[in-house]
């Protein structure tokens, strides 16, 4: 048997303000809430065990370290890498440099709070 991930947690600032971040950028919903802060997102309908992983976005005062060293990966499901940029532009992502050539297939992004992420290039089916 091996084992798959489920969730993925994430140290936030401000959960609600990446909660809908997130929520737009996945197309996710908000599942759950704990008393401590922390807001559970996933897939509509499905929520935590599902194909996907659900994101739980954990109330911190503590500041960011440097540079992480997991990040997230997404691919456009319904639009092409150009458009599907601009949209995660407009939602509030914001370029990142970090040290790239300019020949990456990828755009590596950072969210409202400063978490790193990438747009690959491929387009992938909805699940």
């Known amino acids: 048997m091996a084992c798959r991930i489920s969730e ?15 929520c737009a ?7 759950g809430r704990e008393d401590d802060g922390s807001i559970e997102i996933g897939p509509p309908g ?19 370290p440097a540079k992480l060293r997991l990040h997230i990966d997404v691919n456009p499901t319904d639009r ?3 458009a599907e940029l601009t949209r995660l532009l407009t939602l509030g992502a914001r370029h990142a440099d970090i040290g790239q050539t300019g020949e990456e297939s990828w755009y590596p992004l950072l969210d409202p709070e400063g978490n790193e992420f990438c747009l690959l290039r491929r387009r992938l089916g909805e699940v």
Do not use: H, K, N
């Not at 401000?14 to 809908?20: N, Q, R, S, T």
């Not at 994101?55 to 503590?62: Q, R, V």
């Open 80 to 82: 092409d890498q150009p």
């Open 25 to 31: 950028v996945l197309g996710y919903v908000e599942v």
């Open 8 to 22: 993925l947690v994430i140290d936030a600032v401000d959960p609600e303000g990446l909660a809908v971040f997130w």
């Open 46 to 64: 499905v929520g935590f065990g599902g194909p996907q992983p659900t994101l739980i976005l954990s109330p911190t005062t503590d500041p960011r």
